[in-house]
């Protein structure tokens, strides 16, 4: 008899909260921002992901709320002359939780 795994499979799931313990950037924030990098747009961002609009704006708000920190900017106009980007905290978070689920499932999946 071959020894079965303990474990079939491991699944994590984290996000950052703020001093008061309310969430405000996890797994969909993370998608949100990073589809917002890659399309400069939270109107495309939000629609590739399958978010509405105005959910992702909210999202967007609660994170800056809580964060303290400008993440996204945002730039009126439509067409060719609005879009969004990634500030530098935001792309620094991005960047910290997408650091922080690589190691949670290299943990999860070596147990």
Known sequence: MSPRPIISTAKVKFWFEDRKGRAFFG???????????????ISVASERIGMSYRYALHRISIAEERSGRKLVDRFRGGGAKGGAHLTEQGRLFLQRYMHAKRLLEQVATSA
């Open 27 to 41: 797994e969909g924030a993370a998608k949100l921002f990073e589809a917002i990098d890659r399309h400069k747009s």
